[in-house]
C-alpha cells in the first residue's frame, strides 16, 4: 500500500492531431475501452474505473495533464498547502477530469501540468478479448531532473528507489510498484505511458497484433536493470511511446535505500548492453510550452 500523499499513478492526458487514430491506437493496439466520450474529450481505462488514458482533440500534439491520486481528502488538501506554498499557478481550483469527485490542477516545474483528485468513479471493464491489467508508470525527460526529483519528493513524497549517474535519472515511486514516475535527462520532453500486462506472452502478442496494422516495436522486449521488468515500446498516433510491461520489482520495505547505477553501467537491459538509437528521440511536449493550454 502507499504511505504517502498520493495513492497511485491515476492518467495521463494527451493532446492529438487525430483523435480517431489515437482511439484506434488504444483500443485495437493496447487494448482499452472507452468509456466517455464528450464533444472533445476521450475517456478510456483498463482497470475498473473511468479513465487511466484520456485523449483531447487539438491541433497540435502534446501533453496536457499528469494525474494522480491523493490518499485521502486530507492528503488532497495538504497537497494543495504545499503547492500554494511554493507559489505554483493553478490551473483549476476544481477537478477538471471527467469521473472525478474532488481535484484541482496546476503547473510545476518545466511547465507539466499536475491534475491531483480524489473520488474517481467505477467502471465495469466487462469481458474483454485482450489488453493490459492497469496504467502502471511514465517516464519523461526533465532539463533538469535533480529539481524535477526534488520536486516530487517535495510536493507528493515519492521515494527514490534507483538513482542512475551523478542527476542523469531518478526511478521514483508513490506505493510498493518500483516507480511511478522516472525522470531521465533530456529536452523537456514527456517519452512513454506503461501498462501492466500479465505475462511476457502478452508483449509477444502486442508485436503481432502492430505487424497486422503495419505497425512495429522501436524496442524490445527486454529486461530492464532498474525495476526488472520486461517491456517492449511502440509509437502512438500522438507520437508519444507507449510500454507494456510485465515483472515490474515491487518494493515493501518503505525506508529501502535507493540502487545506485553508473551512468554507463547497464540498468537498460540486462539480456543486452544495445540500445536502439532513436529510442530517446521520441515523444511530445507539455502543451504549455506549446503555448497551446487547452
Known sequence: MAWGLIREMGHVSIQTNDVEGSIFDATQLLGLRVTERTANEVYLAANSVHHELVYVESEVNGIQSIGLIAQNGDALREIRRRVESENFKFVSHTAVSAGVQDGFSFIGPEGWIFEIYTGMQKSDPGLQGFGPDRYGHINFHPRDPRS?????????????????????????????????????????????????????????KLGDRLGRAGRELIWGPVRHGAGHNIAAYYVETSGAV??????????????????????????WNMWSNRRTDDFRTFGIRSVTELKTFH
Open 148 to 204: 524535477m526529483m526534488e520536486f516530487l519528493r517535495r510536493i507528493f513524497d515519492f521515494r527514490l528507489s534507483d538513482v542512475i549517474g551523478d542527476d542523469y535519472a531518478y526511478f521514483m515511486r508513490c506505493n510498493p510498484d518500483h516507480h511511478g514516475i522516472a525522470l531521465i535527462a533530456g529536452g523537456g520532453t514527456f517519452h512513454h505511458h506503461a501498462w501492466q500486462v500479465q505475462s511476457i506472452a502478452d508483449l509477444a
Open 242 to 267: 507507449v510500454e507494456l510491461y510485465t515483472d515490474l520489482e515491487q518494493i515493501y520495505d518503505d525506508e529501502r535505500e535507493p540502487v545506485i547505477w553508473a551512468e554507463d553501467e547497464n540498468w
